[in-house]
């Protein structure tokens, strides 16, 4: 119908990720998991390797960390990144 013919473009209104980037609803549920998986009782900072082998060891995962990084949504990333001090992602607070 008519009701669904308006455009559905909200240029950064909405803070979802772009459909382009690795599917919407797949990173939007990888972020998910992965929040679930650092929110876990005894839970400590993970790399990006270590939250890849939980959740899933490929490119959405990481599209879904640094999704989540800029959202603010209570992940916080310590680290220089790299070999010697990589990146350890947790829940802040």
Do not use: F, H
């Amino acid at each position: 119908g008519a009701a669904s013919s308006r455009s559905t473009a909200t240029s950064g209104r909405c803070r979802r990720p772009p459909l382009a980037s690795g599917g919407g609803d797949a990173l939007l549920r990888r972020a998910d998991s992965i929040m679930k998986w650092l929110s876990r009782p005894k839970a400590w900072p993970a790399t990006e390797t270590a939250i890849r082998a939980a959740v899933g060891d490929n490119a959405v995962t990481s599209k879904a960390l640094r999704w989540l990084l800029k959202q603010k949504r209570g992940l916080r990333r310590a680290g220089t990144g790299g070999r010697p001090d990589p990146y350890v992602y947790m829940i802040a607070g």
